[in-house]
């Protein structure tokens, strides 16, 4: 049985002592019942605070990204090293906001899961077409791309540390959300690419999650479809109440 799992991907949000802050609201209203996994994505500076304090909670971390190289003259970057070496063991690779605004290709992702991958990390791999893309009818495509140039060079083995998260762009942030039938419409198609590159085994035990304004009053529609195994959260991941919502629609 693949696991469900919900993350909150923080962004650029909340200083010291507001993550202190959020943290222990979540480990006070987080359902205690559920059969799930929970990770939160602060930012870089607050990463190692945040390990500290979960460290008695099953409430997991993870970064936001991460450079590929092992270390070197890259001002201003992150290395796996560092991340473990702290504590944190999943990544967020290849969110849409850094593929745009930050430029990062298929190319340089596919680099990023390798190192990440080398150092026994978990990773978070996000994808999903732009609005353009969906208007088109080229959704499918855009993300079979994806999926080919970012990430199905791994070996089969290492899909027992990669989690799958598909976000829309155009539902990213936006209030807009995929329907329900949307969503497992292209999970569905996500796990058969799967599945004819690396056989049912793989296709069948990856979790898939949905991301792009998921919300406490539809997070249980689009958790109910068969290939639906969870969200990334953006913003309802910064208040405590909504987050705890969400998993509680797991
Ligand atoms: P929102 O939930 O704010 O739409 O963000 C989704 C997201 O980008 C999670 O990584």
Sequence with gaps: MRTKIVAGNWKMHKNAEETEDLLNELIDKLPSDKEVRIIVAPTFVNLASAVDHLEFTNIGVAAQNMHQAESGAF?????????????????????????????????????KVDTALKHDMTVIFCFGEELKDRQSGNHFNIVENQLNDGIFHVEEKSWENI????????????????????????????????????????AEDVSILYGGSVKPDNAKEIFGKPDVDGGLI?????????????????
Excluded: C
């Design 234 to 250: 953006g913003g309802a991941a910064l208040k405590a109440t909504d987050f705890a919502a969400i998993v509680d629609g797991i």
């Design 163 to 202: 989690i799958l998260a598909y976000e829309p762009v155009w539902a990213i942030g936006t209030g807009e959300t995929a329907s329900s039938e949307q969503a497992q419409e292209m999970h569905e198609f996500i796990r058969e690419t799967i599945r004819r590159k690396f056989g049912s085994n793989v």
């Design 75 to 111: 001002t201003g970057e992150i290395s796996a090293d560092m991340l473990k070496s702290i504590g944190v063991d999943t990544v967020i690779l290849g969110h849409s906001e850094r593929r745009a605004y930050f430029h990062e290709s298929d190319a340089l992702l596919a680099s």
